[in-house]
């Protein structure tokens, strides 16, 4: 089992910056992927970020070059620094936890952060 504890959402103007955070009640190291994933109002949760065990990190189109993933080892958390806000980055963001094991693929979910940009 893994806790995931979100933090940081909040509303922002256009072009703006923030920063989420989550942070895992297991060592990061033993969790294959981690990622930031969003919902909005109508729409399905997507994949906006994530980033493996190894450093691999992946993005959606939407946000490259504006988002960036990263995590601190010691402190058990990834972060999702979001520069150059949209107002279409409006949405719920989720932190999730993705392990494999040898029969077995497990996926876990923070509760989700509320972000808003608007003017």
């Known amino acids: 089992q893994v806790q995931l504890v979100e933090s940081g959402g909040g509303l922002v103007q256009p072009g703006g910056s923030l920063r989420l955070s989550c942070t895992t009640s297991?060592?990061?190291?033993?969790?294959?992927?981690m990622g930031w994933f969003r919902q909005a109002p109508g729409n399905q949760r997507e994949l906006v970020a994530t980033l493996t065990n190894l450093g691999t990190t992946n993005y959606a189109d939407s946000v490259k070059g504006r988002f960036t993933i990263s995590r601190d080892n010691a402190k058990n958390t990834v972060y999702l620094q979001m520069n150059m806000l949209k107002p279409e980055d409006t949405a719920v963001y989720y932190c999730?936890?993705?392990?494999?094991?040898?029969?077995?693929?497990?996926?876990?979910w923070g509760q989700g952060t509320q972000v808003t940009v608007s003017p």
């Open positions: 999730n936890a993705h392990i494999v094991g040898i029969a077995t693929v497990r996926d876990y």
């Open positions: 297991r060592s990061i190291f033993s969790i294959d992927n």
